[in-house]
C-alpha cells in the first residue's frame, strides 16, 4: 500500500490544516545531544510511572518527582544511601511502587554508563538512526530499566527523537498494508517487518517516521485528536 492513500484518507478525516497541526515535534540531533542526561533520566521515570497509572496525575504531582529526586541530577543521585532508596517507598511526592524506584536505579546506572561511552547520553540517542528503531528499542530494553514496549517509544517520542509508535491504530493499518504481524507484535520477526515497510514509506514520502506513524493513526480508528 503506498503511503499516499493513506495520508489522504487521514486529511479527509482530520482536514489538512488539522492534520498538520497533529504532527509531533521532532528535536534535531544537536538538540538531543545537548539535553542533558537529567532530562533524559527524568523522561524514562516520567513515562514508567505514567504506564498503567493516571497520566494526568503524574503530570500534577511531577515537580514533587523532581524534588524527590533531586531533579535528577545523575551525580547526586548515585549518593543515595541503600536506605533512602528505601525510604522512598513511604514517601507521598512519588508513585511508592518498588519496582518503579528499583527501575529509576537501575535506569540511573544505564546512563551514566551510556554517558562514559558516548560522552553524554543525548550522544547515544541522536546518533542511533531512525531507520533502525527496532534495534534502539530492544537495546533500551535489554540494558534500561523498564524501558520495553511502550514505554520505549514513548520516552524516544518524548525526548523529541523520531519515531514511530505502535499504537492499536497504526499496527491496523500496518496489518491493511499487507503486514502479517501479530495484533500486539512483540517479536523480531514483527517488529523487523514493521521497521521495514516504515523505512520503505520514509523512502517514498521523505517524511520523517514520526510523521508517517501519527499520520497512520489518524487515518482509521475512532481516534479524537
Known amino acids: 500500500m503506498k503511503f499516499t492513500s493513506i495520508k489522504a484518507r487521514a486529511k479527509k478525516r482530520k482536514g489538512e490544516a488539522r492534520l498538520a497541526q497533529l504532527m509531533p515535534k521532532i528535536s534535531s540531533q544537536e538538540h538531543l545531544k545537548l539535553l542533558g542526561d537529567d532530562r533524559y533520566l527524568a523522561m524514562m521515570t516520567k513515562v514508567i510511572n505514567q504506564a498503567g497509572f493516571s497520566w494526568r496525575v503524574i503530570e500534577k504531582k511531577w515537580h514533587e518527582f523532581e524534588e524527590a529526586f533531586f531533579g535528577f541530577d545523575t551525580e547526586k543521585l548515585v549518593l543515595v544511601s541503600p536506605e533512602q532508596w528505601e525510604s522512598y517507598l513511604s514517601d507521598r511526592r512519588v508513585v511508592r511502587n518498588g519496582q518503579k524506584i528499583n527501575a529509576l536505579q537501575k535506569n540511573l546506572f544505564f546512563v551514566q554508563e551510556i554517558s562514559r561511552e558516548y560522552g553524554n547520553f543525548g550522544n547515544f540517542i541522536a546518533n542511533w538512526p531512525a531507520t533502525d528503531q527496532i534495534g534502539l528499542m530492544e537495546y533500551l530494553k535489554r540494558h534500561g530499566g523498564r524501558l520495553g514496549g511502550n514505554s520505549g517509544m514513548y520516552f524516544l517520542r518524548r525526548v523529541g527523537k523520531d519515531c514511530?509508535?505502535?499504537?492499536?491504530d497504526v499496527i491496523a493499518v500496518l496489518k491493511s498494508a499487507g503486514l502479517e504481524i501479530a495484533s500486539r507484535p512483540t517479536s523480531k520477526r514483527d517488529l523487523s517487518?514493521?521497521?521495514?515497510?516504515f523505512n520503505v514509506w520514509h523512502e517514498e514520502t521523505g517524511l520523517p517516521m514520526s510523521h508517517l506513524s501519527r499520520t497512520?493513526?489518524?487515518s482509521v480508528g475512532e481516534n479524537f485528536l
Do not use: H, W, Y
Open 164 to 168: 514511530f509508535i505502535l499504537s492499536r
Open 193 to 197: 517487518k514493521i521497521q521495514g515497510q
Open 216 to 218: 497512520a493513526a489518524c
